[in-house]
């Protein structure tokens, strides 16, 4: 199983950035599929979740809330990040994860990308 996470980068706050997380070696669909996030210091926390295969319940933190948007393609076997509203404290290494239930705890999943940098200035 792997998952490939991309897309961060540098931004300035109030601007946009989208990551994706490319899926292999399993059964894309039936996996809910989250992102965590990593800043320096800290321990990893929930960013949002997607159910499986419809996707038909989503889950958001509550920092990120209105601002950034999870879906997901099973026929490409991705699942996406909207990043709206960039802020400061967003900053953190991104990681995109899949598991078996619909959890906000980094422990109830299965598989995770190696994460990808995403760093807002003021």
């Known amino acids: 199983v792997q998952l490939q996470a991309f897309g961060g980068g540098l931004v300035q706050a109030g601007g946009s950035l989208r990551l994706s997380c490319a899926a292999s070696?399993?059964?894309?669909?039936?996996?809910?599929m989250g992102w965590f996030r990593q800043a320096p210091g800290k321990e990893r926390e929930f960013v949002a979740y997607?159910?499986?295969?419809?996707?038909?319940?989503?889950s958001y933190a509550e920092p990120v809330k209105g601002r950034f948007t999870i879906s997901r393609d099973n026929a490409k076997k991705t699942v996406y990040l909207k990043m709206d509203s960039l802020k400061p404290e967003d900053t953190a290494v991104y990681y995109c994860a899949a598991g078996s239930g619909r959890q906000v705890v980094a422990a109830a999943y299965d598989y995770w990308g190696q994460g990808t940098q995403v760093t807002v200035s003021s």
């Open positions: 070696g399993l059964t894309f669909g039936s996996y809910v």
């Open positions: 997607i159910s499986s295969w419809s996707g038909g319940i989503i």
